[in-house]
Nanobody
């Protein structure tokens, strides 16, 4: 059974940084894609960033490009999201999600596995 554990959320002032981590367990394939999503109060969920181990590609939401960096530790099936220069509009519950099958690629919908969210609050 695949499980995802997200951590690293918290309260930070605008301009500050946080590092989110998503640790996956139960993967049966070496290929995986892990994405970060967020949902702010009253807004729809949106894809923030994604990494796929099969091709090493990284994707970012336009509004976070240059501020957020996704990295991976393939040996541990762990993905980190370094968030710098945080803005109040980054405030949301952040979730990690994953696909795990041969050739898995990033996608911003329909991922198979979801972890519980971690709250990020950026104060102005």
């Amino acid at each position: 059974e695949v499980q995802l554990q997200a951590s690293g959320g918290g309260l930070v002032q605008a301009g500050g940084s946080l590092r989110l981590s998503c640790v996956a367990s139960g993967f049966t394939s070496d290929d995986y894609a892990i994405g970060w999503f967020r949902q702010a109060p009253g807004k729809e969920r949106e894809g923030v960033s994604c990494f796929s181990s099969s091709d090493g590609n990284r994707y970012y939401l336009d509004s976070v490009k240059g501020r957020f960096t996704i990295s991976s530790d393939n040996a541990k099936a762990t993905v980190h999201l370094q968030m710098n220069s945080l803005k109040p509009e980054d405030t949301a519950v952040y979730y990690c999600a994953a696909d795990n099958y041969a050739g898995a690629r990033c996608k911003y919908y329909g991922m198979d596995y979801w972890g519980k969210g971690t709250l990020v609050t950026v104060s102005s």
